[in-house]
């Protein structure tokens, strides 16, 4: 389809402005913009259905199943989007005095608490925008704790395994930290031999998600906790997967010093092909006195931001945080309340049976029960019949699915990552399984068909190696002008 | 199902929890709500916002109008439900139009990439500084006072972590010497200048980057999208990069967030940049599409060697500029931004009218000025506040010395008679 500006029309415009008939001041010289940008020029109607179009060739969760590994791709319920646009948060500064936003700071205060009830943990900040922010915010705190005890310069070290997420160790490095890896072993849980080697009195810490991104509960968390906390390092836990175990086990019961939890993941705010997100953190009472500012605490009655934090590390975005995020999640925790417990049950539920049915067709790393999701290997299909685990990807979507994750976590030749979440009802699962297993009949049979997959939508497979190697990443206007029409 | 899997209870299931990480009992958190109690509640809540008082305030997030078309497009559940697009044949929706979001902000900017969005005008001031120390190898970072205290602050958070050494250049009067700025850019990787400034003063913008520049300095202008149908596009006049608060298109003020962060940059640092970015490719039929490009960027490739931990990022408030912007054209963004300055020069003179003193009377303004107010601003804010005016931001948290100072936003959503009151509520 064209883009929006080949199909602008000179003169034509979407929205008028207010014009008051009061004198338009002169820019001081040398300001004033000589060439006006190239926005697009269309009618309203042509804006609508531009976007409309564009919508047509996306595919969410209100579309279809959607089982993106580690993503937690669940329903984002209606009444979450009609709350959030409520004139009341809308239409609300940041910048007001706190008595203007008092329903504002209760909603917040009381996400707090949740967090903190859910995460086992003393302290909350709202403030990280994601979960990768979360993370950095998280280390921060590291280095500001570790400050106050002279232990800074000494203390340098990161613990990560190597089934973490991409972000734990861009985030290790965007704090000033050095990577310590360790490796997972044969049952898919941190190598805890290899782990004593490697924690002392230079570690700062550990970073973890766990369960992992294998979908595994890590059996040795006792003994790594005892470890960590043995050398005066401190825990971090990656929330990415916490809607495996709310209401079950808590990260600050398993001895984590530092959470985030992504409430775009496990309490639902939609993610709008990118984002937004969220990534609070929660921390021990050791910790609170370092988080970013301001807080939202109680004031007599009511509440306020505190901003009077003199060990605070300042500030990680700005103002409280993303709150349009905290309308939706808060009201998605308030659906469930303590119900949270059985949204976890569910989850587990179904990716459990999603593995049972899938284990014999497709190689599994390793034989345990998983927790949220699961890792599959298409390694087999491959060296059988050439068949790729991204072959098995774009063919999914010939069946109407979006795809799992695929080639992650590295550890996992062929890795397919599949987390169906507590949405899906049995019969979307058994659809799912039936469509994987004739993917494998389809591999021996017809391996041509999953090469050319996808065959339905709207482009075929897509030369991801021309786009980074010559990379166009705008409309070039001087080498593709706009088509005029000459009517 | 328990069947299928060979268990006998969902209890079961988590048999690899260590009893003493097990959590017994309920949680304690409110209880569960249907639909309709969920609306009510959410309603009260609501409530307890005052969002009646006409809204001078502005200071990094403002009160402009939002077109019902954008709030049409980003109910669609195929954008607003979906997750990044790692899958492009399952994304050419989201995809196609993020491409078009970084085409509308390189004409804004005058850049040649733009990435899919950051958090927020402030996050994207860290990343740019992030890009600038790499390319450089240099790591101070000179950043103008007048510059949002926000963008500054979080700067200041993130410099430890990027071992980056933070300078702030003073303002004389509201504004900028480039003077003070050439001075303090010497062997620094960047130079951070807010255009409108955030006393919504029109610096010598040109100047200041040619001020930065001339140690080899990347100069960095923090802008404003409504600005820009009227100002330079800050490649124009030789910035190496442009960031900015991405609210003021097409985001309602939702007391600071989700909104966006715009982050565009001259060719030379595409590969430096944080963040996705989309690029135009073509499929196995030779026909258009798009997909994530350059990500041997990013953390999910090389890790602990990526441009930034960024993944989850504002998509969706990104795609609600777009929206916007594609309305407005450049006819209406021009228009936009000169109602903006009419409305608030009138503001001015109406209060200089009324005996009220501008805080810096001889430097031009966009849409914000700074006034004197009879006793402290607090004090006058909480005045106005009793006749319906919400007048503006109090200068003095930020600016000591300032205490009687008012930053007064006018967007061109208030009428002559809005501000007419506004007038007379500080005047009193």
Redesign the interface.
């Known amino acids: 389809m064209k883009l929006i500006y080949e199909k602008s029309q000179p003169g034509r415009r979407g929205i008028g402005i207010p014009k008051p008939e009061l004198p338009v001041p002169e820019l001081p010289a040398g300001l004033a913009r000589k060439e006006p940008p190239r926005l697009p020029e269309l009618a309203e109607p042509e804006v609508l259905r531009h976007f409309t179009e564009l919508s047509t060739r996306n595919f969410g969760i209100d579309t279809g199943f959607y089982p993106l590994g580690s993503c937690t791709m669940k329903y984002n319920p209606r009444v979450n989007e009609r709350v959030v646009g409520l004139p009341g948060f809308a239409g609300l500064h940041p910048l007001v005095e706190d008595d203007a936003a008092q329903g504002a700071l209760e909603l917040e205060w009381e996400l707090q608490e949740i967090l903190r009830e859910v995460t086992g943990l003393d302290a909350v900040s709202l403030q990280p925008a994601a979960g990768s922010q979360g993370e950095l915010t998280g280390l921060m705190l590291f280095r500001a704790y570790f400050a106050d005890r002279g232990e800074d310069e000494q203390r340098r070290k990161i613990v990560i395994p190597d089934t973490a997420h991409g972000t734990n160790p861009a985030s290790v490095t965007m704090a000033g930290y050095e990577l310590t890896p360790v490796k997972t072993d044969a049952r898919g849980n941190i190598d805890v031999e290899d782990l004593r080697g490697k924690v002392d009195e230079h570690t700062a810490g550990l970073m973890l998600t766990n369960p992992s991104t294998l979908g595994l509960f890590d059996e040795n968390i006792e003994a790594i906790r005892d470890i960590f906390h043995g050398a005066g390092a401190l825990m971090y836990y990656d929330g990415a997967n916490l809607n495996a175990v709310c209401g079950i086990s808590r990260p600050g019961d398993m001895g984590f010093d530092v959470v985030h939890i992504n409430l775009h993941k496990t309490f639902s705010q939609p993610h709008g092909g990118g984002g937004p997100g969220g990534g609070p953190i929660a921390v021990r009472e050791s910790l609170a006195p370092y988080l970013p500012v301001p807080v939202v605490v109680r004031d007599g009655p009511g509440f306020k931001l505190e901003y009077d934090r003199p060990k605070s590390i300042g500030k990680v975005r700005a103002f409280s945080g993303p709150f349009g995020v905290f309308v939706r999640s808060y009201a998605f925790i308030r659906s469930y309340g303590p119900g949270l417990r059985e949204m976890s049950e569910v989850a587990v539920l179904n990716a459990n049976y999603l593995l049972a049915r899938l284990k014999g067709a497709y190689d599994v790393p390793y034989e345990r029960l998983c927790m949220h999701e699961f890792v599959l290997s298409a390694r087999t299909l491959k060296r059988e019949h050439g068949v790729s685990a991204l072959d098995v990807a774009k063919r999914l979507m010939d069946y109407g699915f979006h795809p799992p994750t695929i080639y992650f976590p590295l550890v996992v030749p062929e890795a397919l990552m599949i987390e169906p979440t507590e949405s899906e009802a049995k019969e979307t699962l058994d659809a799912f399984v039936e469509a994987m297993l004739a993917i494998v009949g389809e591999a021996a049979d017809r391996p041509e068909l999953l090469h050319e997959a996808p065959h339905g939508r709207p482009v075929r497979r897509l030369d991801e190696v021309r786009a980074a190697k010559q990379p166009v990443v705008r409309f070039g206007f001087e080498a593709q002008p706009v088509e005029h029409s000459t009517a | 199902?328990?069947a299928?899997?060979?268990?006998s209870s969902?209890d079961e299931?988590?048999?690899?929890?260590?009893a003493?990480?097990?959590?017994d009992g309920?949680?304690?958190?409110?209880?569960?709500?249907t639909?309709a109690e969920?609306?009510r509640?959410?309603?009260?809540?609501?409530?307890?916002?005052?969002?009646d008082?006409v809204?001078f305030?502005g200071?990094?997030?403002y009160?402009h109008y939002v077109?019902a078309?954008v709030?049409?497009?980003?109910?669609?559940?195929?954008?607003?439900?979906?997750?990044?697009?790692?899958?492009?044949?399952?994304?050419?929706?989201?995809l196609?139009?993020?491409?078009?979001y970084?085409?509308?902000i390189?004409?804004?900017t005058g850049m040649?990439?733009?990435n899919?969005?950051g958090?927020?005008?402030?996050?994207v001031a860290a990343d740019a500084c992030?890009v600038a120390k790499h390319a450089t190898g240099r790591s101070k970072i000179v950043v103008t006072e007048a510059t949002?205290p926000?963008?500054r602050?979080?700067i200041?958070?993130?410099a430890?972590?990027?071992?980056l050494e933070i300078v702030e250049v003073p303002h004389e009067n509201g504004a900028t010497d480039p003077d003070r700025v050439r001075e303090a850019a010497e062997d620094a990787a960047a130079v951070i200048f807010q255009q409108p400034n955030f006393f919504g003063i029109?610096e010598?913008?040109?100047e200041l980057a040619a001020a930065a520049a001339g140690d080899g300095a990347l100069p960095i202008a923090h802008v404003d999208l409504t600005s820009?149908?009227?100002?330079?596009?800050p490649g124009?006049y030789g910035c190496a990069m442009a960031i900015g608060?991405g609210q003021s298109a097409g985001n309602?003020?939702?007391?600071?967030?989700?909104?966006y962060g715009f982050l565009a940059a001259r060719s030379d640092y595409?590969r430096r940049l944080p963040g996705?970015?989309?690029?135009?490719?073509?499929?196995?039929?030779g026909?258009r599409?798009?997909?994530l490009?350059?990500?041997?960027r990013?953390?999910?490739?090389?890790?602990?060697?990526?441009t930034?931990?960024?993944?989850?990022?504002?998509?969706?408030?990104a795609?609600a500029g777009l929206?916007h912007?594609?309305?407005?054209?450049?006819?209406?963004?021009?228009?936009?931004g000169?109602?903006c300055?009419?409305?608030s020069?009138?503001a001015q003179d109406r209060l200089q009218e009324a005996g009220l003193e501008l805080v810096f009377p001889e430097r031009?303004t966009f849409k914000e000025f700074a006034v004197r107010t009879r006793g402290s601003a607090r004090e006058a804010?909480?005045q106005a506040r009793t006749n319906g005016i919400?007048a503006g931001?109090p200068l003095g948290r930020d600016y000591p010395g300032l205490d009687d100072a008012l930053l007064v936003a006018v967007t061109?959503?208030r009428?002559?008679e809005e501000i007419d009151r506004l007038v007379e509520a500080l005047a009193a």
Do not use: W
């Open positions: 199902m328990l299928a899997i060979g268990v969902v299931l988590f048999r690899d929890i260590p003493s990480m097990r959590f309920e949680l304690a958190v409110p209880p569960a709500l639909e969920l609306q509640h959410m309603e009260e809540l609501a409530a307890k916002n005052v969002v008082e809204c305030l200071a990094g997030i009160d077109p078309v709030d049409a497009v980003l109910q669609r559940g195929e954008l607003l439900t979906a997750y990044t697009p790692y899958q492009p044949e399952m994304s050419q929706g989201v196609q139009a993020v491409f078009e970084q085409t509308a390189c004409e804004l040649d990439v733009s899919a969005s958090y927020d005008g402030s996050t992030f949002s926000q963008v602050q979080v200041k958070t993130y430890p972590g990027f071992g029109l010598n913008a040109p820009l149908g009227l100002l330079e596009a124009v608060e309602s003020m939702s007391y600071g967030g989700p909104h595409i996705r970015i989309v690029g135009e490719t073509v499929d196995a039929a026909e599409g798009f997909v490009t350059l990500q041997t990013e953390q999910h490739i090389r890790r602990e060697k990526a930034s931990n960024i993944t989850t990022n504002q998509t969706l408030l795609l929206v912007l594609s309305l407005l054209g450049p006819q209406g963004l021009r228009e936009l000169e109602t300055m009419a409305l020069a009138y031009a804010l909480a919400y931001y061109e959503k009428t002559v």
